[in-house]
């Protein structure tokens, strides 16, 4: 019987998924067939642990062979990302079946020499229990690291681990923005999603909306696929000097007003705020350039306004969410804090304000770290109200169902802390 026990398409497709952000760590050197996967799925498999972003350019960087750039260009562009963990099974169960095959080879080899039968089948059974186990084999826990985070934090108490978010009950209840994590905020139509994630990049950089709010300073970035750049530091510039959108644009001030919004622009100039409003991104390209920012400036958030506007291909518009949700979920996993602006369905618009009302796959709802809903209260109908609120409907962090009280001053473009008894802006 001759079989071929490899699959050198798989291992291809093992490697180009890894390259867009989906590392099967199943997979281990030793499971390509092909010699020349080898070096490369060695290099992936230390830049992983070593948690540094997998492109095409840091992986020819690390394997400093400039001859490799065309087939690894190929590579991504014949790579089914979805597919990618039925091919990586694939490529472990045909090493298992090609080591088995060696074992069974010495085996029928030591029938005709002197030994034992019952050595010989002791031999067997020692040498194929490993190719007879699952590829994810439970096994003693861990906990060296957790204990590590734990002396460090008890060494260095503080009230939030993570990037601080300018909104004190995020900051108090979750420990911040957390790197490695999908951050989803949902809203209806014209609620203020962008509004609220620009000026929360903002704060995450360090700038500082109202009296008393406390920021920290970390670099990030925003992808907005609707509005223009100018459009978001306009916003940002009004939002920072409380003046009216209106003003800004007829350029009727007082000379208070111009000296805030004077003020403004230096604050926003200098923030670590990255802002691409370029249309044609996927997660392919945003990956390659999220790891650019990485690498030369040490970005620690990424704001993609909105997802569904990704240009990633698909056979479906399900497998296209699928695809973006865990694309997104993976850059995260490059170490960034992954904020994504979603939208709501049907369900979502007819009043349910649970998981079930986020537009598209539930994909994204298993992926998402945490879920926040920004609404207007459900006690307060009123048309032209500007009271809002941020529901958390899933965070692993702080209890479910999580309420922040806000106010949108819409002709500003800002949202401020309601104040109520008891809560943290």
Known sequence: MNVNLFDHSAERQVIGAALVGHVETEVEIEHFHLIDHRPIWRAIKSMTAERRPVTIETLIAKLGDLTQ??????????????????????VVDLAHRRGLMRVLEVAAKS?????????????????SFQYARGPSQAREAGISHVVDEFLEAYANPRDVWGIRSGIGAIDHELGGIHKGETFMIAGDPGVGKSIFST???????????????????????????EMSEEAIIRRALCALSKIEYRK??????????????????????????????????????MRADVARLIDEYGIEWVIVDYAGLLKDPAESEISREIKISRSLHDIAKMGVAMIVVETLNKAGLRGDRGMSGVRGSVQKVYDADVISLLQVPSDDKYPGTTARELMFTKAREADMY????????????RFEPKPRQGSLP
């Open 248 to 285: 800004v644009r007829s350029g009727k001030l007082s000379m208070e007003e111009q000296r805030r919004f004077m003020e403004a622009v230096e604050t926003i100039e200098y923030a670590p705020v990255f802002i691409s409003d370029s249309t044609e991104w996927n997660t392919t390209t």
């Open 69 to 90: 750039i065309a087939y690894l260009t190929e590579l991504i562009s014949t790579t089914s990302t979805l597919a990618a963990p039925e091919y990586a099974k694939r």
């Open 199 to 225: 000026q929360l990049g903002y704060q995450m950089a360090g700038v500082q909306f109202w009296n008393e709010q406390i920021v920290g300073k970390s670099p990030g970035v925003m992808y907005h696929l």
């Open 402 to 413: 999580l309420k922040i009280p806000l106010i949108l001053r819409g002709s500003q473009k």
């Open 111 to 127: 029938i005709s020499d002197s030994k034992e039968v019952s050595e010989i089948v002791a031999n067997l059974q020692a040498d």
